[in-house]
Structure formats: C-alpha cells, structure tokens
C-alpha cells in the first residue's frame, strides 16, 4: 500500500545552524506534498507545500525540494531559532485520496 | 476568520462504552476530513466527508463511523471503545475534496478509554 517514510526521527541542532528532513513516498499518484509543525498540545500546522509540478519553494527560511523521479521531498530550515523545535511531519497526497503521513520529525534546536 | 474548531478537547471513557467528537471546519470550507495520532502509529486517515458525503475512508473497523451536516460540520463517532481506541482524533477542513489541496487542522480531542 502506500506508505511515507521520514527521516531522522529526532534531529538536534545548535540555534543558527541548519535542519534537513527527508522523506520518500510510495504512490507515483501522489501530487501534493505539505509540511506540517506540531507544537506541544496543539494540532498540525501547515507551514508549506509543493506540488509535483514544482521543483522548489521558499518561504524565508523554510525551503521544500522535490525529486519526483527518485520519490523524494526534503524540507530545510535555515538560521533555526527555538521556537522551531517541535516535531515536523511530511505528507503526501493525491486527487483521490488524502494524505499519507510520514511518522514525524522531532526537532531541537539547542541555545 | 475562525480555524478548525474542535469539541471537547478532552474526553475519559470507559472501555464498551461510545463517543461522539464534533468538528466545526473553517468557514466556507465544505471538507472535513477525520485523522487519529498515535506515538506508535502516527497521523493514520480515518475518512473525508463533502458535501454530506463519504467520500474516502481508512482502514479503520466499522466502529469509527462519521457524518456531515449540511453546515459541514462534521461529527465522528467510536461505538464499544476499546484500550487501543485511546488516541488524539485530529479534524482538518478544506476548501475541496481529495489530497491535492491544503488542509487545516484543529487543536484535537484528545480520548482516554479506561
């Protein structure tokens, strides 16, 4: 069946520096992939999307790539500051179907 | 404008009984669609709804079942719940059908069975 895999599943990082999050989805239908940010008792935020008509998207220090022969889609931060430490999820979707989730990306970044 | 609106936040329920969540999508938003979150199993889909209609649904038993008013809001019912049943059950509403388009989640209902 369709799966979404993620990676690494705890990333530590010094304030400054940058994170990177993997994932490979399964369904060659999938078409949509969003980001999403979990804080601590709070449901998922939507923080950026790409569709696989697009290769990259920037939104200041968040970027997404997309490799859509390989099946792979990456999230990146840059400059992180603490309050992006919380788990990230990657997500991928198609017309038909909602999303398959990845199982999630617990970032820190440390002071 | 108003996001995703969650009821209750939180609910403890004994094993057998059942339970009715209720989700209010943002305004003009006429898909819900229904997500339980585990540590062990993640964001697993439990189905969509649009326009009053099933459109999608998880690999879930017919326990978990689901509706939508004509409002769009949306309820979620677990009938003879069950230890494993205890989870956070997430509603994202969105504009349109299927898994091409944003979605927004609520806060979640966070469900203990004992």
């Known amino acids: 069946g369709e799966n979404v895999e993620q990676h690494p599943s705890t990333l530590s990082v010094q304030e400054g520096d940058s994170a990177v999050i993997k994932c490979t989805y399964s369904?060659?239908?999938?078409?949509?992939f969003p980001w999403y940010k979990q804080e601590l008792g709070k449901g998922p935020q939507l923080i950026i999307d790409?569709?696989?008509?697009?290769g990259e998207k920037k939104d200041q220090r968040i970027a997404v790539t997309l490799n859509k022969t390989a099946k792979h889609f990456s999230l990146h931060i840059t400059e992180t500051q603490p309050e992006d430490s919380a788990v990230y999820f990657c997500?991928?979707?198609?017309?038909?179907?909602?999303?398959?989730f990845g199982t999630g990306t617990r970032l820190k970044v440390l002071a | 404008k108003a996001g995703v609106t969650q009821t209750p936040r939180y609910l403890i329920k004994t094993r057998g009984q059942q339970v009715t969540l209720s989700c209010s999508p943002i305004?003009?938003?006429?898909?819900v669609s229904w997500y339980q979150q585990t540590p062990g199993q993640g964001l697993q889909f439990l189905f969509e709804y649009f326009s009053e209609t099933q459109r999608n649904k998880g690999n879930f038993p017919g326990r978990f079942s689901g509706r939508q008013f004509s409002n769009s809001r949306s309820e979620m019912n677990v009938s003879t719940l069950e230890l494993g049943d205890s989870a956070l059950y997430l509603c994202?509403?969105?504009?349109?059908?299927?898994?091409?388009?944003?979605?927004?989640f609520g806060q979640g209902t966070r469900l203990t069975v004992v």
């Open positions: 369904d060659s239908a999938s078409n949509y």
């Open positions: 305004s003009g938003h006429r898909s």
């Open positions: 997500a991928a979707g198609s017309g038909t179907y909602k999303y398959i």
């Open positions: 790409i569709r696989s008509n697009v």
């Open positions: 994202a509403s969105s504009s349109r059908q299927g898994g091409n388009t944003e979605a927004f």
